[in-house]
């Protein structure tokens, strides 16, 4: 009974929007890591793959600019999109928000999925030589510029989990053998009718926690504010870190379902963005801002402080 709706929901999450952190928070992790590289060989090694006036805060929103209509991309992006026709997929998995760990094979996984491409682009950026015969078909340049943005979307909660209901609209975890139909990361819950709680993630929350400051005040105050801590730092080969910074974020991912209850279930007809789906009503409960903006802090933080790490495994000081 649940079959094809169940299979919908698949292809929909496969092929449904999903963002992650608007410009000023992707931008903000490039320039934390930029931060958090200064003085180092990896420093250098990043500034001899970007162009002379990029940085890496423009490098971290460059596989969002690939997803815009054509008459928008670069060469470099053109090729990345023939190559890569399922690129939007990449930016995200869509775990069950109630499980623990991000584990190979799990409900919303796939071998495209963020934790996988990621860890393809380390590969890419380790090996000595910058050939573009990899599953991706990228060189060192680009994949630079996707871990750049993949890192800040590993941060984003709603990247990683996801919520699955049943006919009753309950939460359900698929992985004791209910069944759902995903809410795409929250893409399928309406706020109000432009806003999806996946995009009040995305960037309202980036918005709170900017609170119009400027790009440079905001990461200052997020460096200042949020030291590293040791459990930021991840353990064993740099291609494993992906899969445990997952774990980490989906730790946070039933914090953005708290209070939350999806009602008015609705079947929206397919369009040229999606396939048919369902969607629901949800309204935030009052403590959501400031605890979505808590969160969205650390998270934008850890992030940048991650992506230095991560470039800095892959090239060591000599
Ligand atoms: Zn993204």
Redesign the pocket.
């Known amino acids: 009974m649940f079959k094809l709706p169940l299979l919908i929901a698949m292809v929909i999450t496969l092929a449904g929007p999903?963002?992650?952190?608007g410009n000023a928070g992707?931008m903000a992790v490039g320039t934390i890591a930029e931060h958090f590289l200064k003085g180092t060989r990896a420093e250098r090694e990043v500034r001899a793959l970007l162009r002379p006036k990029e940085g890496l805060d423009r490098a971290a929103t460059w596989?969002?600019r690939a997803k815009l209509p054509d008459k928008y991309l670069t060469e470099e992006m053109k090729k990345f999109v023939a190559n890569n026709p399922e690129h939007h997929i990449y930016?995200?998995c869509d775990i069950p928000f109630q499980e623990k760990a991000y584990r190979e094979g799990i409900t919303g996984t796939n071998p495209q999925d963020i934790v996988h491409t990621m860890r393809n682009c380390i590969e890419i950026l380790q090996n000595p030589e910058d050939k573009s015969d990899n599953r991706l078909k990228i060189n060192k340049r680009v994949a630079l510029m996707l871990i750049s943005?993949?890192m800040?979307?590993l941060h984003q909660p709603l990247?990683v989990g996801c919520s699955y209901l049943d006919e009753e609209d309950h939460f359900v975890d698929p992985e004791t053998g209910a069944k759902g139909l995903a809410d795409a990361g929250g893409n399928h819950f309406r706020i109000t009718t432009t806003t999806s709680l996946h995009g009040y993630w995305d960037t309202q929350t980036v918005k709170l926690a900017h609170d119009d400051a400027g790009a440079a005040d905001f990461v200052e105050f997020l460096v200042g504010k949020f030291p590293p801590t040791p459990e930021w730092d991840a353990k064993g080969p740099v291609t494993t870190w992906p899969e445990q910074w997952a774990t980490d974020t989906l730790g946070l991912a039933s914090q953005c379902f708290d209070g939350i209850t999806p009602t008015d279930r609705v079947l929206v007809p397919k369009d040229e963005k999606e396939e048919e789906h369902f969607e629901w009503k949800v309204k935030l409960p009052a403590h959501y801002p400031n605890k979505s903006r808590d969160v969205v802090e650390v998270e934008l933080a850890k992030a940048g402080y991650r992506l230095a790490a991560l470039l800095k495994a892959v090239w060591p000081e000599k």
């Open positions: 999903a963002h992650g952190y992707h596989a969002d930016h995200y943005h993949y800040g979307d990247h």
